[in-house]
């Protein structure tokens, strides 16, 4: 019997091994879910996670049931926030409850390196959601993220992988002058409709947790600027499922952005994240069309097109 449940002991072992760090390579596949991408992994090798992916949040958020059911094993001081201290996550306002600050491990060669906010009732499908730009290589401490929208697959890499794997791709420098000191890149969004061809240049958020193409802020002074000498732009209202206005909408013909051409996007325009200071966002339909490197640390940006999205 005991030579049973040692055996059973190591394949359980080995089966928590491979849900820490599922591909050979070290990276982490990708799921999809109501427009979102996540990975599953096990936080410090210990308790499974689903972490949704971000970059236009600057720290982790993880909901306060999971977080102090797993507070042993997170293994961070939990500091009590003081005062009415809220979070904004699309338009959606959160309670920040506690705060954290450290390292956790996410598998076999990547850590998450910064603050956790533990928020109220964030009880989406994961229940976490992690910034990719605090992910750190624990082989070199390099803050590089290879997100691989063709195989779907993610992975953190050495400054000795990027080298080599950067050579076809097409470099755009990374900026922090945004909210929060969150990745950015200054581009020109082109688009045709109705005929005729239009400019928005600006600094616009590389932003994961946007499952749209790209928002354009409400509040920015350039895009207010760009409306007010265009108003031959037919803006549609869009509504959420409760028949809430949340934003107004451009439907183009052709788009091009970041050196990518795009066929019958939507571009959205937003008033409910009123702290961001870019023009815009750009989320998960423009990645899902190219592999994307983003070296944080060197601040650039590179994204190689493997087919036409649409």
Sequence with gaps: MKKIISTLSIILLSCSTVFAQSNNDGSFALKK???????????????????????????MVMD?????????????????????????????????????????????????????????DYNTYSGIAIPIQNICNTEDGSRIIKLDMEKLKLRSMSRKQVKSETRDYTATAINYDSYMGMPAIKTHLDFEKDGKSFSLPGNYLLDLGNASFVFLMKQSQAVQDFLHANPDIELKNAYNKKGVLVAEAIITKKTSLCN???????????????????????????????????????????????????
């Design 33 to 59: 879910e109501n427009g979102h991408y996540y990975f599953e992994t096990q936080i410090n090798n210990k308790v499974p996670a689903k972490m949704m992916l971000e970059s236009g949040i600057f720290v």
């Design 64 to 120: 306060s049931l999971y977080a102090f059911e797993n507070k042993e094993v997170i293994n961070l001081d939990y500091v009590r926030t003081r005062g009415n201290e809220r979070m904004n996550l699309g338009g959606e306002v959160y309670n920040i409850t506690h705060k954290a600050k450290g390292k956790v491990q996410l598998g076999n060669n990547m850590e998450y390196c910064g603050e956790i906010f533990i928020l109220a």
């Design 260 to 310: 990518r051409s795009f066929e019958e996007q939507i571009i959205a325009i937003t008033s409910v994240l009123p702290k961001f200071t870019v023009e815009g966002s750009i989320g998960m339909k423009f990645f899902e069309g190219a592999v994307s490197v983003f070296d944080f640390d060197k601040q650039l940006f590179y994204t190689k097109q493997f087919r036409n999205k649409t």
